[in-house]
Structures are given as C-alpha cells and as structure tokens.
C-alpha cells in the first residue's frame, strides 16, 4: 500500500457528463500529481500540485481541471467527456516540490469509463 | 521532442533465465533516470533513480545501470513473482515532470 489513496476506484459516464476524481496523499506529501494512462499513449503527466499551488502542467486537455485544497487533497475534473477520456487515472504523491531525489508515491487509479 | 523507448515490448522468461530490459532516451539535460514496477490494476511502484552515467543500482534480483543514452534492467534469476510491467521514466533539468516509455511487459513461468 502506497499511502496514496483515490476514489472512485471505478467510473462509468456517458459522452458530455462532468466527473470529479479524487486523491489524498500520502501524510506528509506537499506535492500531488496526476497522471493518465491509455493503452495508445502510456503514462502521460497531466499536472502537478505543490502546497496548493500549481507548480507544473503536461498535456492537460482545457476541458480538464485540477487543485489542491488546504488539507492537501486534490480533485481532478473532467468537463464534456468524449470517448477518447476514457483511461486509468492516477494520483500520486511526493514530499517536496518534485526534485530529482523525490520518489513518487501512486494511487491505485481510477478506471474511468466514457459510453 | 523528449522520447523514452523501451525494449522489448513483451518478454517471456523461464525462471532463472536472466535477461535485460533496455530504455533508451533523448533529453535535453537529464535530471534523472527512473524505474518502476506496474502490477496489474495497480499504480506504478518506485524501484531506482539513476543521476549519472555509469551509476549502478540493485534490490534483490535486479540491476539498473545508465549510459547517457540508456538504462538497462538486468534480472537475475527471475522468479514467477517478478513478472510485472516495468516502466521507464526520464526527468529533465529544471522540469517536474516525468515522462514515461510504454513499458516492458515481463513474464516469468515456472
């Protein structure tokens, strides 16, 4: 068990519906990444958070959105979903601002489905 | 453009047949090189970080060294328990994210 938790384990929605994804991270961890992982594109970073600020951003589509609250948990938030959204989401943590000695902690994932 | 590739996509092993898995990389200025390990429906669990060419790594059955153009994951006498995805990652200087190969499928039959 990492000590990253997420949920809903499972998703399932349908074209134009808005999900909400949620991660905690491990106690102690500032920063909080999300990822997404299709079987075309593999593991793509999506956007990092540290101490409740955005610290870094990857290949984010607009319709997505993510932040961190003051507890340090995080929601990722998927607006006007299309078929191609549909992969494995995950969260993942670390305990600094994402130096290269800082080991990430991942989440389980969250399988979301579009129909 | 950053790219991580790894090879072989898939790989069948008996077990105690050693093998190596390679990541070979371009990036402009490496932070550091990464290997995790991915069960099925599970996240990626952290193995090693390599910084510099010619640093080596080992846990148990596996070895990671780096070039500066590659990594290689050398198994030792796998075990069933072993197979896995096993997933490269590259850091850039000055960047955050991590950018990941596709993976190596490994499978280890007894």
């Known amino acids: 068990d990492s000590g990253v938790t997420q949920t809903p384990k499972h998703l399932i929605t349908a074209t134009g519906q808005r999900v909400t994804l949620r991660c905690s991270p491990r106690?102690?961890?500032?920063?909080v990444y999300w990822y997404q992982q299709s079987l075309d594109q593999g593991l793509q970073f999506l956007i990092q958070y540290y101490n409740g600020e955005e610290r870094a951003k990857g290949n984010i589509l607009e319709r997505f959105s993510a932040q961190q609250f003051p507890d340090l948990h995080s929601e990722l938030n998927l607006s006007s979903l299309e078929l191609g959204d549909s992969a494995l989401y995950f969260c993942?943590?670390?305990?600094?601002?994402?130096?290269?000695?800082?080991?990430?902690?991942f989440g389980s994932g969250t399988q979301l489905s579009v129909l | 453009e950053d790219q991580v590739t790894q090879s072989p996509e898939a790989l069948r092993l008996q077990e105690g047949e050693s093998s190596s898995l390679n990541c070979s990389y371009t990036?402009?200025?490496?932070?550091?090189l990464f290997w995790y390990r991915q069960d099925p429906g599970k996240g990626p669990e952290f193995l090693f970080t390599?910084?510099?060419a010619g640093e080596e790594k080992e846990k148990e059955r596996l070895k990671a060294t780096l070039t500066k153009k590659e990594s290689f994951l050398h198994i030792t006498a796998p075990k069933p328990e072993d197979s896995a995805t096993y997933l490269c990652a590259v850091q850039k200087e000055y960047g955050n994210k991590l950018v990941f190969g596709a993976g190596t499928i490994l499978r280890v039959k007894s």
């Open positions: 106690s102690g961890d500032l920063s």
């Open positions: 990036v402009s200025g490496l932070r550091g």
């Open positions: 390599l910084y510099s």
């Open positions: 993942a943590s670390s305990v600094g601002r994402g130096q290269s000695n800082e080991k990430l902690f």
